[in-house]
């Protein structure tokens, strides 16, 4: 007779949602002089670029005597269209994970640690203002109804970039704060982006309106790029947002 095998035992799975440090680049234009009382400009660039790319352009529409911050994203991947071995080039972003909050939180620490490294030395806390490509856009905008750093935002600019998904439709939420209540927005669209559409990017202007201080939304021709005749529109509201 045969003796029937032992009842394996059967193990539980467990999922646990675990953190790890992730480190990113910085680069900081500190001009001569800077103290306590300069105004400071934070650049994000898009998915896929780096932080020279988005330096070059923020430097031009920065106010002359401001720090300029640009945090590169941590998160690295191959830049579309250059996937072969003859062309490969390493692009950045903020995080593409399907649980929205990591990707939220990731860009949230990287702004935060990049104020609080400046502030160290230099910088003016209540004169900090954000610019941003694409894909930070609408993580910039949730920033602003809780600054990070704890004080409210002088001026975020958007480029080619989208609103929170919860701020749009019938039931929008969450309502304008305290501190957004005292940012300036300037919001540039085009009118031939692909990701960005005219029906999609139609009622921007209202959304940004009932939550900010002031708010515009500005439409240019061309496609997905920070367009060039938007460059004086940016100037104006980072040289306000500065010397207010």
């Known amino acids: 007779m045969v003796e029937d095998a032992a009842t394996p035992s059967v193990s539980s799975l467990v999922e646990a949602e675990l953190s790890v440090p992730v480190s990113f680049r910085l680069l900081a234009d500190l001009p001569p002089g800077s103290n306590r009382d300069t105004p400071i400009v934070v650049a994000l660039h898009g998915y896929a670029q780096d932080a020279a790319m988005i330096r ?62 400046v502030l160290r030395s230099c910088g003016d806390a209540d004169r900090v203002s954000l610019v941003a490509f694409s894909q930070p856009c609408s993580f910039n905008y949730r920033l602003a109804l809780d600054p990070p750093h704890g004080r409210p935002f002088r001026a975020i600019v958007g480029i080619c970039g989208g609103l929170p998904g919860e701020w749009l439709g019938e039931n929008a939420m969450p309502e304008g704060t305290g501190a957004s209540k005292q940012t300036t927005v300037l919001h540039v669209s085009t009118n031939d982006d692909p990701f960005y559409p005219a029906a999609k990017i139609e009622p921007y202007g209202r959304h940004l309106a009932a939550r900010f201080r002031s708010a515009e939304h500005r439409l240019y021709d061309g496609g997905h790029r920070i367009p060039s005749a938007a460059a004086d529109a940016i ?8 010397h207010a």
């Open 56 to 117: 070059d352009v923020a430097r031009r529409l920065s106010p002359e005597g401001a720090i300029l911050l640009v945090p590169e994203g941590p998160f690295s991947t191959l830049t579309p269209g250059t996937e072969s071995e003859a062309t490969k080039k390493i692009g950045f972003h903020w995080g593409v994970h399907p649980k929205a909050e990591w990707n939220r939180g990731v860009h949230r620490a990287a702004v935060y640690s990049a104020i609080s490294w």
């Open 235 to 242: 100037r104006t509201v980072l040289a306000a947002a500065a």
